[in-house]
């Protein structure tokens, strides 16, 4: 080895080092804002007027009762405890994990769908810059659709079909609306990502008479990569919310969407009880957007900046 | 190696080798907005011969870059004709008769030097151990034998331009097409750079076109240097330079007569001063 593959190595050391520490820092800069978050409710709760404060008739803070706002340690006891009287009732946290862990695996199907179909539709826009101006307002007016209008005509629409042994079932409605959450973050980043070669590159596989296709494979798609990884992190987080959202609007039942609105219901006789699913919720977002994160760093090497020359 | 400058008007006789590149009476307009017109190149004639190095100067607009675009069939020709080892610009971009350089390097910074340097042999279907071989050549003919593996954000900028000369040189290419390769660097290592150019090029017998605007630069590469105009573009000048074959250009030459000669005849024609323009001009 020579001397400056010496010296480079030892600066890739460092700057590991240096990404490790910033990750740490990061990991408590989290766990800060997770305790400021904690000494507010509370706070407020010891503090604030059991009636909350009212503006003109209008309620600007909440009430500071136990119903409205029980305390954390409630909450967390709560989490632990079984979930009904009834016998062999599970603990709270592992109902929600089971919940959540189902979600997931819906939120994944409509990710995966979503990626797919976002991904082909930038592609086609790509290709084709007539697609472009025709589709991309559609995309954009497609969000604007809300998701509690889509879910009877998806439900309705999918009850409809039967091929052979497969029917509908309705996890798959709510797999769709996922879907249609998380196709969009990547169309868009993947066309800017495909659209993102320089002329100088493009023109270079035009001297080396590459078909589109190979430059779809040699250029467009490596470099589609450090846009295309946002795109998807963002896409997995929609595809949960679409997820949590359609599992109420359709009626389906088991996962965790449908578990807080059923933990919801009973908060007046138990209050404590609804923050463990939302809590679950959250937490399945940051896994979700973290499980994308872990597929990114497999195409590590598409990421590296474009050098400064 | 071609010495001697051919008329820019010669037609290629049978027995006489085919020219790398003739150019004739090309013109390019470009359609601006609202239909508006824009004459970037009038009028062209120019014949290169094989092995030679030929460089396009003159000030910026003068669309010295657009004829050497026109020549690799990246824009098309309006008017005339434009034949590559007697093909038209475009057969010979699909033969792949020529390799490219620009001002930046245009390496993909996913690749590794070795990888970017493999690049148009991969497209084309070569072979991975001829591949790995012909790389290995290149990297050893520019320098780069301990940076194989860097990644082009690990290399200075003169580094990332010698990995961009090896990439046009890696299908042997008996043409050279280069616009403004060194633009963008300092001056110490835009020389050495120079020096290295012109012992490669004549090491491979490649013929160069090759685009800048620095004087001393294109004197010290070329045997001839073709002085073009703006508004519009055309050629007013063509100028031999005898520096010697390639191999023996060293830094020392800088300092000689005949280096001295060739910027001042170079500059007399930019600047349009004693010499009588020839060649396309018509005023």
């Given amino acids: 080895m020579t001397i400056t593959e010496a010296r480079g190595g030892r600066r890739t050391g460092s700057a590991e080092t240096g990404a490790g520490r910033r990750r740490g820092s990061a990991v408590l800069w989290g766990l800060l804002g997770v305790i400021v978050l904690a000494l507010l409710w509370e706070g407020y709760k010891a503090i604030g007027p059991v009636a909350g404060v009212e503006f003109f008739g209008t309620s600007i803070l909440p009430k500071t009762d136990d119903r409205s706002m029980p305390h954390l340690v409630d909450m967390l006891t709560r989490a632990v405890e079984p979930v009904n009287t009834s016998a062999g009732s599970p603990p709270v946290w592992i109902a929600v994990i089971g919940a959540a862990l189902n979600s997931l695996g819906v939120a994944a199907v409509g990710w995966a769908i979503g990626s797919v179909v976002g991904f082909l539709i930038a592609l086609l826009m790509q290709r084709l810059h007539v697609a472009e101006r025709a589709v991309l307002p559609w995309l954009i007016l497609s969000q604007t659709v809300p998701l509690i209008a889509l879910a009877p005509v998806i439900v ?43 002329t100088i590159h493009v023109e270079l596989m035009r001297t080396y008479n590459a078909g589109w296709f190979r430059t779809l494979v040699k250029l467009r798609l490596p470099a589609s990569v450090p846009f295309l990884l946002p795109a998807l992190r963002l896409g997995a987080a929609s595809a949960i919310v679409g997820t949590v959202v ?24 138990d209050p404590a009880k609804a923050y463990a699913p939302i809590a679950g919720a959250v937490v399945l977002g940051l896994v979700s957007a973290g499980i994308v994160a872990l597929i990114g760093l497999t195409l590590k090497r598409f990421n590296r900046q474009e050098a400064a020359s | 190696m071609t010495d001697t400058a051919l008329p820019t008007t010669e037609s290629s006789a049978p027995g006489v080798p085919l020219a790398a590149i003739s150019v004739r009476s090309a013109g390019k307009i470009f359609t601006v907005a609202k239909g508006a017109e824009v004459q970037a190149l009038t009028n062209i004639d120019l014949t290169v011969a094989p092995g030679e190095f030929v460089s396009l100067i003159g000030p910026s607009g003068c669309g010295k870059s657009t004829l050497l675009r026109l020549i690799a069939d990246l824009d098309s020709a309006t008017s005339g004709e434009i034949l590559v080892f007697g093909k038209t610009a475009r ?4 033969d792949q008769e020529y390799g490219i350089a620009f001002q930046s390097a245009g390496l993909l910074p996913w690749r590794s030097v070795q990888a970017n340097i493999e690049l148009p042999l991969e497209l084309h279907g070569v072979g991975k151990t001829e591949r790995a071989a012909r790389a290995e050549e290149l990297i050893e003919l520019v320098g780069l034998t301990d940076f194989r593996s860097r990644f082009p954000d690990q290399l200075s900028g003169g580094m990332q331009q010698r990995v961009a000369i090896a990439r046009s040189l890696a299908e042997r290419p008996k043409l050279l097409l280069m616009d403004e390769p060194f633009g963008a660097l300092d001056e110490m290592t835009r020389e050495r750079m120079q020096q290295e150019l012109v012992r490669i090029c004549s090491e491979t017998g490649a013929a160069v076109v090759f685009v800048t605007h620095s004087i001393p630069e294109a004197v010290f590469l070329s045997d001839r240097v073709v002085v073009m105009s703006p508004r519009p573009g055309r050629i007013v000048d063509i100028v031999d330079v005898d520096l010697g074959p390639g191999t023996e250009r060293s830094d020392s030459l800088r300092e000689d007569g005949a280096f001295f000669a060739g910027v001042t005849a170079v500059r007399e024609a930019l600047h349009g001063a004693p010499v009588t323009p020839r060649g396309a001009d018509l005023r």
Wanted: positive net charge; charged residues 15%.
């Fill in chain 2, 91 to 94: 057969q010979a971009r699909l």
């Fill in chain 1, 246 to 269: 359609a599992e109420v609007s359709t009626g389906y039942k088991g996962g965790i969407g449908r578990m807080i609105i059923e933990f919801a219901q009973s908060g007046t006789s």
């Fill in chain 1, 156 to 198: 309705a629409w999918g009850g409809k079909i039967q091929i052979g042994t497969f029917s509908w079932d309705r996890w798959m409605s709510v797999a769709v609306i996922a879907s249609y959450l998380a196709f969009f973050p990547v169309a868009v980043g993947a066309l800017r990502g495909l659209q993102s070669p320089d």
